[in-house]
């Protein structure tokens, strides 16, 4: 990898970063607290946040078995792909690398932040080719954006394309893992400690069913971790969040029986679904959802929307003609989805 001080857009490396009340005194149980402008009224939502969200983070890091200093948290992990092309992408002239297809907001962000972005085409199978890859980078590549289990596939990638990414590529490697939970592999957690180049992306959104209050976490060499918090809005996690994941991380046995429920609801979903005449193909999938190839994909999303069933079409992405993403629901849910095709 090549420095961390060349690598980062030369304005960050130089950031001084703003420091609030709470980062300048971080101790809790003092008497009198006089030093950031707060009402004194309305107990405890008069108080300014944790900026660096200490109590959860220390949670945490026990169930994914990382140092807390390892760890971001952010509004969603959509605030931690912003921050990467933020912190390390000249706009109009670094770049950025990604599979395709792949979930949306890494091209959006690029966009915003007037970075290029390269997009790879996998194969039929969703699986990336390592030499492609790393023909698409240069001089300029920052970033190369790698999601697995992928969304809109479902699919785990090919480990061994990631590492070889990881071990030849000298900028930052991300892996987003927002599905790790249902994938059945190992995380890449395990190798940050060995590789100062990766950053793993998890969230709240999905196996934790918290989507509504907006968490995401980044992973990294405590280095990049450090920058990301000097360049993220100082309380970028609210007092709210950060209390209700608390609570949630504390039962943590519940995720797993959640996860443990979705993943046989899958199997007997993905089975019923490519029973149905309107349906070709269904991906293998390492995710709570799965791609599926229709007959006609846009008559099917029209006829389940008139039936107040929601899917995803993703025939316009490149490799998904024709093809509809369906999440996993509770049985019932699904049983509506199957009886409705069945009557389309
Ligand atoms: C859902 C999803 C996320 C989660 O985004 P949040 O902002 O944390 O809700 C991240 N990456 C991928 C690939 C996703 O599908």
Do not use: H
């Amino acid at each position: 990898m090549r420095p961390l001080n060349e690598l980062l857009r030369p304005n960050i490396a130089a950031l001084k970063p703003y420091t609030s009340a709470r980062d300048e005194y971080q101790g809790k149980d003092a008497k009198v607290f006089l030093d950031a402008n707060e009402n004194p009224y309305n107990q405890p939502y008069n108080r300014y946040p944790d900026p660096l969200q200490r109590d959860l983070k220390e949670r945490v890091a026990r169930i994914k078995g990382v140092r807390p200093g390892q760890m971001f948290f952010g509004n969603g992990s959509d605030e931690a792909i912003d921050l990467m092309l933020r912190m390390f992408c000249r706009p109009g002239q670094d770049n950025a690398v990604a599979i395709e297809p792949t979930y949306g907001m890494y091209g959006v962000c690029a966009d915003i932040n007037g970075v290029e972005y390269r997009r790879v085409l996998m194969d039929e199978n969703f699986q990336p080719d390592a030499d492609k890859l790393l023909a698409a980078i240069d001089s300029n590549t920052k970033l190369v954006f790698f999601c697995s289990p992928n969304n809109p596939s479902g699919n785990n990638l090919d480990r061994a394309v990631i590492e070889k990414v990881l071990d030849s590529f000298d900028g930052i490697t991300i892996v987003d893992e927002a599905y790790i939970d249902f994938a059945g592999v190992p995380s890449f957690l395990e190798q940050l400690d060995a590789r100062p180049n990766l950053v793993v992306l998890q969230t709240f959104s999905k196996a934790w069913g918290m989507a509504g209050i907006r968490l995401g976490m980044a992973f990294a060499s405590e280095e990049i971790i450090q920058t990301m918090n000097k360049v993220k809005y100082p309380y970028n996690v609210n007092q709210l969040t950060q209390q209700k994941a608390l609570e949630e991380v504390k039962q943590y046995d519940r995720v797993q029986v959640w996860v443990c429920t979705l993943l046989e609801e899958r199997a007997r979903l993905m089975k019923d679904f490519a029973a149905l005449d309107c349906c070709t193909k269904v991906y293998p999938s390492d995710a709570n959802f799965f791609l599926a190839r229709v007959k006609d994909a846009s008559a099917t999303y029209n006829y389940l929307v008139d039936n107040g069933i929601i899917v995803r079409n993703r025939s316009r992405i490149a490799l998904c003609g024709n093809t509809l993403r369906v999440t996993i629901g509770t049985r019932a849910e699904d049983d509506e989805l199957i009886e409705c095709l069945k009557r389309m």
